[in-house]
């Protein structure tokens, strides 16, 4: 190896998660913080939690409900259209409406 071009390996460099946990590693860098980890990451632990990172899991939440009301409103307003044409073929087929 060339010397002066290689970064300083630590051999025993510190990870921290937010959730407290800590182990040792090594890398280039003397201490890593991370948000996640195998102790906290959903997929290992088996529950479901959110990260809301600066209100983004909320933004989302109310995106998904605000569209879910848009389509059920469209689907009320087609299945009414759908019954009142129903209606009218039931008339016509009894006599009820001239053409």
Known sequence: MRKGIHPTYYEEATVICACGNTWT????VEVIRTDVCSACHPFFTGEQRIVDTAGQVERFMRRLKAKEER????RAQQEAYRRQKEEE???LRRGDIES
Do not use: D, E, F, P
Request: glycine share 10%; charged share 25%; hydrophobic share 25%.
């Open 89 to 91: 073929r039931k008339r």
């Open 71 to 74: 389509v059920a409103q469209l």
């Open 25 to 28: 590693t090594g890398s280039t």
